[in-house]
């Protein structure tokens, strides 16, 4: 099973400030088949980015993945309030089953 | 848009089968995969499986002995049932499109397995 490890837990930013979400693999994600999801209190989780780097419909291109084998980070250019939320890392590339991290907290 | 509302009861009794129901609006369950997922207290979220349109599925190792996935394509739904559950089985539980990356999810319903 591939354990996904995500940093920092809790990222405070202000709004116009960068984030940089890590999310590290156990071991390498085949394929880069690996997502970000986005959530907020009483709303249902929101695709961000899948493979790795290719960003979700209707998602603002201040948002960015990177990254390949085992080390993948989501960026945030300039943090809008909107953008305060949990996001979670999931892989999908590997043996089932498949796995997600445990969350990055974005908060203001 | 594509929407999805998980829908079954709050409580189940141990040793019972927890039974779920997923609808989906804004698109048919005849294509792609769906997944369910859960997320117990204090816990990461945790992939249980998803099942194909024609009813193939793959599920979690964990799970498998007690889990089974289908698709209604007549009432556009997808259902999970989990045999034999206990107190580690407390968990929201989400429906999603998808089997690999999951596009849309369901807001989650919270089952709880007490006595």
């Known amino acids: 099973e591939i354990v996904l490890t995500q940093s920092p837990g809790i990222l405070s930013l202000s709004p116009g400030e960068r984030a940089a979400l890590s999310c590290r693999a156990s071991?390498?994600?085949?394929?880069?088949?690996l997502a970000w999801y986005q959530h907020k209190p009483g709303q249902a989780p929101r695709l961000v980015m899948s493979?790795?780097?290719r960003r979700a419909t209707d998602i603002p291109d201040r948002f960015s993945g990177s990254g390949s084998g085992t080390d993948f980070t989501l960026t945030i250019s300039r943090v809008e309030p909107e953008d305060f939320a949990v996001y979670y890392c999931?892989?999908?590339?590997?043996?089932?089953?498949?796995?997600f991290g445990q969350g990055t907290k974005l908060e203001v | 848009q594509v929407q999805l509302q998980e829908a079954g009861p709050g409580l189940v009794q141990p040793s019972e089968t927890l039974s779920l129901t997923c609808t989906v609006s804004?698109?048919?369950?005849?294509?792609?995969?769906w997944s369910w997922i859960r997320q117990s207290p204090g816990e990461r979220l945790e992939w249980i499986g998803y099942?194909?349109?024609?009813?193939?599925?793959q599920y979690s190792p964990s799970l498998k002995s007690r889990v089974t996935m289908s698709v209604d394509t007549f009432k556009n739904q997808v259902s999970l049932n989990l045999r034999s559950v206990s107190a580690a089985d407390t968990a929201v539980y989400y429906c999603?499109?998808?089997?690999?990356?999951?596009?849309?999810w369901g807001q989650g319903t919270q089952v709880t397995v007490a006595s």
């Open positions: 999603a499109r998808g089997g690999w990356s999951l596009t849309h």
């Open positions: 804004g698109g048919s369950v005849s294509i792609i995969q």
């Open positions: 099942v194909h349109h024609d009813g193939s599925a």
């Open positions: 071991q390498s994600v085949s394929n880069n088949y």
């Open positions: 493979d790795a780097s």
């Open positions: 999931h892989q999908y590339g590997g043996s089932l089953p498949y796995t």
